[in-house]
């Protein structure tokens, strides 16, 4: 963990468990194993799987709390999958033009979708939620985007590179003002998050049990190969 100018660096965790995806106590994921996107309430009361077949390898799951949609990045097929919270209205969003996809982001009040490509040209894009009005954020200097974030209140997306291992940031709307956050020459970084003025990831180099590119989760165990950050908050009057 650090502030987001990359200062006051902190380890939280190290072998850790952890959610991928939560909307209303709900949390969601991707396990590979079984080729299958799943939810549960986080105290274990009920669990159901919401989307059960066509999966090729799913990468990275967003939700938009706002529509209720679960939208998930599928290198398999080189697609992007949007479907309801419950599985159903499964349609694909894109499918064209895409190498690789991995992480991937969505901004509910702007209406737009964000993700990383790690194929031959590797790449940051943007879509309006329906995958309209593709534009490309970032090409140059980018190597393996693993993971990726949205700082909601200042308009900032956050990125991690496990190939240059560092952190940076660009403007969502213009994908200008491009910073680096952090650098580290000895960490394996997989996913990033944002939350107030603190950035969260997740360093594949800090354990030595990691197993890379599985999810899986049993009730409340699940392979540390994403990072999210779960807090809530009331609307001011």
Same mark, same amino acid.
Not at 147 to 167: F, M, N, P, Q, V
Not at 168 to 183: K, S
Not at 212 to 227: A, E, G, Q
């Given at each position: ?11 939280? *965790? /190290? ?23 799943? &939810?549960?309430?986080? %105290?274990?009361?009920? !669990? ?8 090729? &390898?799913?990468?990275? $799951? ?11 990045? %599928?290198?398999?097929? %080189?697609?992007? #999958? ?6 159903? *209205? ?32 590797? !790449?940051?894009?943007?879509? &309006?939620?329906?995958? /309209?009005? !593709? ?6 200097? $980018? ?29 969502? #709307?213009?994908? #200008? ?61």
């Amino acid at each position: 963990m650090a502030n987001t100018d990359g200062t006051n660096r902190s380890i939280l *965790f /190290t072998n850790q468990k952890g959610p991928v995806g939560e909307k209303n106590d709900t949390i969601y994921w991707v396990d590979m194993g079984l080729s299958t996107i799943s &939810r549960a309430k986080r %105290d274990q009361t009920w !669990r159901e799987d919401v989307v059960t077949n066509g999966i090729g &390898r799913v990468e990275g $799951i967003a939700v938009d709390w706002i529509a209720g949609n679960i939208y998930w990045t %599928d290198q398999g097929f %080189d697609v992007i #999958e949007v479907a309801r919270l419950n599985g159903s *209205f499964r349609y694909v969003v894109i499918s064209q033009g895409l190498d690789k996809p991995r992480a991937i982001a969505v901004h509910p009040e702007r209406g737009y979708l964000f993700w990383t490509e790690w194929g031959q040209y590797p !790449r940051i894009e943007r879509s &309006r939620l329906d995958g /309209t009005q !593709r534009a490309v954020l970032v090409n140059v200097s $980018i190597s393996w985007p693993n993971g990726i974030s949205i700082d909601y209140e200042e308009g900032r997306l956050y990125w991690c590179d496990a190939r240059t291992d560092k952190i940076e940031r660009i403007n969502l #709307e213009t994908g #200008e003002n491009r910073e680096m956050v952090l650098a580290s020459n000895n960490m394996d970084m997989f996913s990033v998050s944002v939350f107030e003025s603190y950035i969260y990831w997740s360093d594949r180099s800090a354990g030595r049990n990691f197993e890379p590119h599985f999810w899986r989760m049993l009730w409340s165990l699940c392979i540390f190969n994403d990072v999210r950050v779960f807090a809530v908050i009331q609307d001011a009057c």
